[in-house]
């Protein structure tokens, strides 16, 4: 059991400060008068005395027992909290019947998310080992990684549009599912951080995690919605050309949308509060190219009507989302950067 107590700081030879340790603690350690003790710093701003170097930590192991062929969703979401409550090694346990299934679920979730690797199988289980490395893949190198996707998936969920590009308007799709790899991979070590903080994260990340989470939401969402605007490709541009002028419109909806999130991006990196608030204030010229463009396809009839008002729409919500991440920019400036004002 734990047991806090308090202690004195004492000052020496006027630049070392000494603080004493329990003596039971020193015993149980197996301490002597002269031996070495480990100080380490931890990801809250506290201090750990260790008695000895810290070995790796302990890889944790998560069972699941899959008795009966349950459905392809709930399986893979069990395994989804696995991976984002920082398990190491995940254990399906299923009889030999269940096999296939099992087995092709467990591959499924691998493709999902970044690290995990079935390592071993048999007739009646499969152990998955997540291989993925904090220190090579941080948070900040997630968003921005996300950043720079979404930003090309709204780019080219319109230009699809523009130029009858099936191939493009497939490839929006397909690094949609980068961008929840990438999103997986942050809310694991949001995880970390908030419930095992002896595993760190490093690039001093740790601090506004939460807002670093926030932020990765708001991207995955604006990815959701160039997907959306994509998935109209069939019917507003297979075979067909979008009217010059509603392309015009819609491309100039489409730059506006990007200029915000390089704003609001922008704002987060540098911790530029003025920034910030330029790209919410901008939301609001955004918003009147949006209720024009309402305007302007709301004349068209059935499919058309429909594929178009999911493209306004989305553009108009993606532009919502960039807001919030220059708000989100504004929280964890103020949080991290005395010197912000």
Known sequence: MSQMEGRKL??????????????????TAGLKAGDTVFLETESDGSVSVRPRVAD?????????????????????????GAYVSGFGLIEIRFPPANASFTRRVAREFCHLVIGPEVIEENKNSIVIQDLSDASDLSVDKCLRRMQLTVRAMLEDSVSSLETS??????????????????????AKQYHLVQFHPLQSVPNGSAHPI????????????????????????????????????????????????IGLLDKAFNSLITKN??????????????????DSLSHRVATRKGEELLALGIVVDSLGRAAGYAAEIAEQAI??????????T
């Open 10 to 27: 004492q000052l020496a030879g006027g630049s070392t400060y000494l603080v004493s340790l329990p003596k039971r603690w020193v015993q």
């Open 56 to 80: 790796n930590a302990e890889v944790r192991r998560k069972i699941f027992d899959e008795h009966i062929e349950g459905s392809r969703d709930h399986l893979l979401r069990k395994l989804l």
């Open 165 to 186: 590009d099936a191939g493009l308007a497939r490839d929006v799709e397909l690094r949609g599912q980068d961008v929840d790899r990438l999103y997986w991979m942050i």
């Open 210 to 257: 939460t807002g670093y989470l926030l932020i990765a939401k708001l991207l995955e969402r604006m990815g959701k919605h160039a997907e959306r605007i994509s998935a109209t490709f069939p019917t507003l541009s297979e075979g067909k050309s979008l009217e010059p002028k509603l392309a015009k419109d819609i491309d100039e909806a489409r730059q506006s949308v």
């Open 273 to 290: 509060i003025a920034v910030a608030n330029e790209a919410i204030d901008a939301r609001h010229a955004h918003q009147k190219l949006i």
């Open 331 to 340: 929280d964890i400036a103020v949080m991290t950067d005395p010197s912000a």
